[in-house]
């Protein structure tokens, strides 16, 4: 089945491999340190992750091919190749974000299970076999779980785990039993001879939606759309902060991944049947998560909330089902990422020294720390979608993806409900900048999280100002799958 | 010989009590034990396909070989939660544990 390896293949999974180079140094290092010195293995995990980000960006770039390798297993492409470095990038940040924040930063454990993590999603990216997207799924989630109860001492964080375990292992429970349904009837595990089984006719009709509807159960959990967000915001509020920007942002986009690439490769002959669910999961995805962000008094919660939205959003290019529209998807992670990484950057510093995540303790913030207001101010103008800023382009993106697709009633949808968006937004940005300040002090910012928010902000405005670069990323991303 | 539905719905009904014990038990514990089921109905259903129609490949073995592995792993780590929960507050009830809601 494998037959010889190729220089080809070791390329496809070198970003994998590097991580877990990465991940063995941390764990020996971690083991022979004195206790004093602990702080040097975040410094050991950010160093790997750029190098690894260096690597993939130099030599893992498939070009215009995209081959099945590993007995395929896995798919050498460009999506694959653009959302494994917005993963590593991702991390690193988490890696920066998590630089002095109390019970976290000094065990090695937890850079161990943010690389796992990462290689899960590598994984999930490039998987085009069930059996291979199911372990990498089982391989981001676990560690994820343990990541988001990791404060043990912790009554909100141990809640956090407990609950994102509880409904992670049985929505994959779901998914799994509709993996194991399409296999069958299909007679392949390939998520490519699966579309060529289906449109034969191997699986019976009334299977087929079935076994689509437990799928998208199981990947609506992963990027967190209604029906399956109840856990976001709870996991969200309760898990460490980089661990929630972690979430919400990579552990997103990779299921996004999946759900692309799974769509469109395996259930092309059902095309209209999930663009109409997807389409009605969207809607209510959008209004859910923007009407309930409209009541939250706590900013990581507010962002959980806000991300169900964006995911609404995204869930816009999917339908679509065109160049166009996988290429907005990708373009709206892109920014999405950068911009929740903003997000949460400020809410790390800040609630580090306030000791709350409450929108009131950010009141007159713009006071304190002048900078830290403006990076949210950008952040937050950008998930509101307003221009100059990447959130604005990465909206009209999918908008006209969903247009030019014939589904303008769901483009109409989208820009109500992210006018509904706005407020909230504003809301908090008119704590931020009007709002009494409980002390006058400025707020200090760690070097580290100061690098992670001021490189994410930046990336905010260069993919807002000059679009090329980016769009024609996401663009090469999605003729990979055509 | 026994045909390829009786399996099927075997798994099926395996996978709805299992779907039942998460959503309907409140302690921590048998919401696991539940999951547990609903992986055993997919493994009830990969080797019975493999069975009756590609006896030949080994793919399907290879599967229920990683979902083992998976739930094991899965299971592994959901204890531990549970454990450090109840450290903490003294009860695995599910619905007890509601610190953060909307």
């Known amino acids: 089945m494998f037959g010889t390896i190729t220089p080809d293949m070791i390329l496809a999974i070198l970003p994998e491999i590097s991580l877990l180079v990465v991940l063995a140094i941390v764990f020996i290092v971690d083991l022979v340190l004195p206790e004093t010195r602990r702080g040097i293995l975040a410094v050991l995990t950010g160093v790997g992750l750029i190098a690894t980000f260096v690597l993939t960006l130099l030599f893992a770039n498939p070009g215009n091919s995209a081959e099945l390798v590993w007995g395929g297993m896995l798919r050498h492409d460009m999506l694959a190749y653009v959302a494994k470095l917005l993963f590593i990038f991702a991390a690193f940040i988490t890696v920066l974000l998590s630089v002095k924040l109390e019970d976290v930063w000094l065990k090695g454990e937890y850079y161990l299970l943010v690389l796992t993590s990462t290689i899960g999603m590598t994984l999930m990216a490039a998987s085009a076999d069930l059996v291979m997207l199911f372990l990498a799924i089982e391989t981001t989630s676990i560690p994820l779980y343990i990541l988001a109860g990791f404060m043990t001492g912790d009554n909100k964080s141990t809640e956090a785990g407990f609950k994102y375990l509880l409904f992670g292992a049985m929505t994959t429970a779901v998914m799994l039993y509709g993996f194991s349904l399409l296999f069958g009837f299909a007679g392949t595990s390939n998520l490519y001879a699966m579309a060529d089984a289906i449109s034969a006719g191997a699986v019976p009709g009334p299977v087929l939606v079935g076994t689509l509807v437990l799928v998208l159960l199981g990947l609506g959990f992963k990027v967190a759309i209604v029906p399956m967000h109840f856990w976001a915001p709870d996991v969200y509020e309760g898990a460490p902060t980089p661990i929630t920007a972690f979430l919400s942002t990579a552990s997103k986009a990779a299921g996004f991944m999946v759900l692309v690439r799974v769509m469109l490769a395996s259930f092309p002959n059902i095309l209209a049947d999930w663009q109409l669910m997807l389409g009605i999961l969207a809607v209510a995805s959008m209004f859910i998560g923007n009407v309930v962000a409209l009541t939250q008094k706590n900013l990581k919660r507010l962002l959980a909330y806000s991300g169900i939205a964006h995911a609404g959003y995204a869930l816009l290019g999917v339908v679509a089902a065109s160049e166009l529209g996988v290429a907005s998807v990708m373009y709206y992670l892109l920014v999405y990422v950068v911009t929740n990484m903003a997000s949460f950057g400020v809410v790390i510093i800040v609630s580090r020294i306030v000791g709350s995540d409450e929108i009131e303790d950010f009141a007159g913030l713009s006071r304190r720390s002048p900078m830290l207001a403006l990076v949210l101010l950008l952040a937050f103008l950008s998930l509101a979608g307003i221009p100059p800023l990447g959130g604005f382009i990465a909206k009209v993106l999918v908008f006209a993806a969903a247009v030019e697709a014939g589904f303008v009633w769901l483009a109409v949808v989208g820009v109500l409900a992210s006018i509904i968006g706005l407020y909230y937004y504003l809301i908090v940005l008119k704590e931020v900048y009007l709002g009494q300040p409980k002390s006058e002090e400025p707020v200090p910012v760690v070097r580290a999280h100061g690098v992670a928010i001021v490189a994410s902000v930046l990336l905010v405005l260069i993919l807002g100002v000059i679009i090329a670069p980016g769009y024609n990323w996401a663009i090469a991303a999605a003729a990979s799958l055509f | ?102």
Do not use: Q
């Open chain 2, 1 to 102: 010989m026994i045909p390829l539905s009786w399996y099927l719905v075997l798994a099926a009904l395996l996978f709805c009590i299992g779907l039942y014990g998460v959503l309907a038990r409140k302690n921590a514990v048998a919401i696991l034990m539940g999951v547990e089921l609903m992986l055993n109905a997919v493994n009830i259903n990969l080797v019975a396909f493999w069975r009756y129609f590609t006896p030949d490949l080994i793919a399907a073995h290879a599967f229920v070989v990683i979902v083992f592995a998976i739930a094991a792993a899965e299971v592994a780590v959901g204890l531990a939660l549970v454990i450090s929960i109840y450290r903490r507050r003294k009860t695995v009830a599910a619905d007890e544990i509601n610190l953060m809601k909307w």
